[in-house]
């Protein structure tokens, strides 16, 4: 068998090899049951079992209160581009029945290629004139077109009543991320939402789910996140909603509301515990074996701390590149993400170079998202050693 190569990728992204070890037992035999994982059935007590400990195990780690569930889905963040706006939609018409449609409006916050997808998505369903853009960070990007940093709170202009509120968390493409630190200007600006209220809140955590606790956890109306970048494989959709959300959305359509898709529909997902339809089995089997090492080794608190270490150790590499003239980080300062750490090579056929040297160093997935340079996504199976190694080589490359 060849040997394991470090994945820098931004998702599907590396999983822990102990990990990977026991899943390949489960394909053969699941909890002793003699049925592999990819062939059990959903309805099964023993996989019944394990996605309730599943989400038990997110519940417990990101400390998720009783008024939200934890729901496990499929579709991946662009299916939820469309599906808070639908359900959102539908708890707003059941609270307002009487609003005209053309007065419900819904905020967006544009911080990324992401959360721009999300908004056109919006748009598509609704029409642009009920999308509202609550910021767009380009305009305050040194050309002004790029996605490179997170707006201060008086850039923001939210609407009075929206239907939905939406953010991206860290944008995967951009390398852009809000702060953890609530004093930071460039940390989500709650404090301009409505006070002491329901707020329609949702956040898009695909790429930093699991590697840090969420701040404000219990004041969003819906978190979603793709298990593919700290978790698990692609095909695992993870769901955090507010009790109060979910909604009738049959009773919602009576009465004017953009009917929801019954897979989509999160009322449903909740009253069947995640399986109404047939779940992405392996995908949850593997998410279960990730959530419980986590759990063994400190939780979201541990990787909290691991993942500032690598990226406080790459970040720093990068600025004696760009004292060397020979790399750029693309993302402002306070903006950076500690997921997806985003730089140019500077100098024809650098970029070239510089991929290549990290392939034959068995470093791989560095490049970019199409029009980007490099992208180094440092995601929770990413080892300190590892990090250190292309660190290192970060260095060598910058002394010849």
């Known amino acids: 068998m060849a040997a394991r190569v470090t994945n820098f990728g931004a998702g599907p992204s590396q999983l822990p090899e102990s990990v990977l070890e026991e899943a390949a037992k489960g394909l053969f035999n699941f909890n002793g049951t003699g049925i592999g994982i990819a062939e059990i059935s959903h309805r099964s007590k023993e996989f019944s079992a394990f996605l309730e400990e599943t989400c038990d195990l997110i519940r417990e780690q990101l400390q998720v209160p009783s008024t939200h569930s934890v729901l496990l889905t499929q579709g991946g963040g662009t299916g939820q581009f469309s599906a808070v706006v639908l359900n959102l939609l539908a708890r707003h018409k059941l609270l307002y029945p009487t609003l005209p449609d053309e007065d419900v409006l819904l905020d967006y916050v544009v911080t990324g290629s992401w959360s721009k997808k999300a908004s056109e998505e919006a748009k598509r369903l609704v029409g642009p004139h009920r999308v509202h853009i609550a910021v767009d960070s380009r305009p305050y990007s040194p050309d002004a077109k790029s996605f490179n940093n997170i707006p201060t709170p008086d850039k923001y202009s939210f609407s009075p009543t929206p239907a939905l509120i939406y953010y991206c968390d860290n944008e995967t493409v951009d390398g852009v991320q809000f702060s953890d630190d609530p004093t930071s200007p460039n940390a989500f600006p709650f404090d301009l939402l409505q006070q002491n209220a329901l707020l329609p809140l949702v956040g898009d955590y695909s790429s930093s789910f699991m590697s840090k606790p969420i701040p404000r956890l219990a004041d969003h ?39 929801v898709p019954i897979s989509m529909s999160y009322k449903t997902l909740a009253d069947n515990r995640s399986l109404y339809n047939t779940p992405p089995t392996l995908s949850v089997y593997i998410t279960g074996l990730v959530l419980r090492r986590m759990k063994e080794l400190g939780g979201v608190a541990y990787y909290q701390k691991l993942s500032k270490v690598k990226a406080d150790k790459l970040y ?54 199409r029009f980007f340079c490099i992208r180094a996504s440092l995601y929770n199976a990413v080892t300190e050693e590892q990090t250190d190694q292309l660190v290192a080589y970060i260095k060598d490359f910058l002394s010849k």
């Open 221 to 259: 109306a819906v978190i979603y996140a793709g298990a593919q970048k700290n978790l698990g494989p692609a095909g695992l959709t993870i769901l955090i909603v507010r009790q109060d959300c979910l909604v009738n959305v049959d009773g919602a359509a009576a009465l004017g509301a953009i009917p």
């Open 316 to 369: 720093a590499v990068l600025k004696e590149g760009e004292q060397a003239e020979k790399l750029k980080i693309k993302v402002a300062s306070g903006s950076q993400s500690s997921m997806n750490v985003v730089f140019d090579v500077i100098g024809e056929g650098k970029m070239e170079e510089f991929l290549a040297g990290a392939e034959e160093r068995n470093m791989k997935a560095l490049k970019g998202h």
